[in-house]
């Protein structure tokens, strides 16, 4: 099985992914929590819980700390603690390596597939530091975007996608690198179909569903619905032929807009549907029946 990185900053969507993840197989090589959702503080924190209920066993870095520009932006989406108010212990990570920085190692020594569920920052850091080692990347999926190739394809910050929106500058490095990318966009994950409207059963008697349960039920109780943005995208990373996609060069604008031009032949691809009957099974079947 190919080693892989995986990017979070971790809020319940990311949470949500991991569980997937786990519950599909794969663990990842290790983890970097960064800024998004919430502070670094909080997201490194939710990680590490999360992967200790997980039992992931691997380590989780902090990575970066704002945007590469902007300051940092996050609004109350996820609760005030990033995490749908579920509390996991303080992880000081004052001590640890960065990321970023274990990325760069990792990647001179050997390939990898990267999972970023995160806005893109530690990605573009990591490129601006050798862009070079982009050649012993497998390939990177990515939540994000908007590009209003489907009836749901428009923003959620304006025309813009919060991942993308966040960090303009670092999603214009990783979308100029020559690697296979895969994003998967508001305009597949915004479908109303996929959404979840009312709680849904879920096992029973551990942390796991303890977690699924209570913050799925934030989720509907603060935003009405619940639309499982990370976890579709990390299921491309396991099961791509469940998608349809379009080819072409991706654009981002520095507000964070994006586009496509599907008339230039290019490595890079976005999700435009599911396969329903493999949705409904391989996902919202391995997170909550």
């Not at 959702?37 to 909080?42: G, R």
């Not at 704002?66 to 749908?84: C, Q, R, S, V, W």
């Not at 096992?203 to 699924?212: K, L």
């Not at 976890?231 to 990373?237: D, E, L, M, Q, V």
Request: with cysteine.
């Amino acid at each position: 099985m190919d080693k892989i990185i995986l990017i979070v900053d971790t809020g319940v969507d990311d949470a949500m992914a991991m569980i997937l993840l786990k519950r599909h197989g794969i663990v990842p090589e290790f983890i970097v929590a960064q800024s998004g959702n919430s502070l670094l503080e909080n997201t490194y924190r939710n990680t590490v819980g999360i992967a200790n209920i997980l039992e992931f066993g691997c380590p989780v870095y902090p990575g970066s700390y704002t945007p590469l520009i902007k300051p940092h932006y996050y609004e109350d989406f996820h609760g005030k603690n990033g995490l749908a108010c579920y509390k996991f212990p303080d992880a000081p990570f004052q001590d640890k390596e960065n990321g970023i920085v274990h990325m760069y190692e990792a990647l001179k020594h050997g390939k990898y597939r990267i999972i970023c569920t995160s806005p893109l920052t530690s990605l573009g850091l990591l490129f601006r530091l050798d862009q070079d080692i982009q050649k012993n990347v497998i390939d990177i999926t990515i939540m994000g975007g908007a590009f209003g190739v489907t009836p749901w394809g428009k923003g959620n910050m304006g025309e813009s996608e919060f991942n993308i929106f966040y960090d303009p500058e670092a999603a214009k490095i990783v979308f100029g690198l020559d690697v296979k990318i895969t994003v998967v966009p508001l305009d597949l994950t915004m479908n109303p179909n996929l959404s979840i409207k009312t709680s849904l059963n879920a096992r029973v008697g551990n942390s796991v569903t303890d977690f699924t349960v209570k913050a799925t039920e934030f989720m509907l109780e603060k935003h009405g619905s619940y639309e499982l943005h990370d976890p579709i995208a990390a299921y491309a990373a396991v099961n791509s032929e469940a998608f349809r996609f379009i080819s072409g060069r991706i654009m981002v604008d520095h507000n964070g807009v994006t586009s496509i031009d599907e008339t230039v032949k290019s490595m890079h691809r976005i999700a435009t549907e599911i396969d329903y009957a493999t949705y409904h099974r391989d996902i919202i079947g391995v997170l909550y029946l």
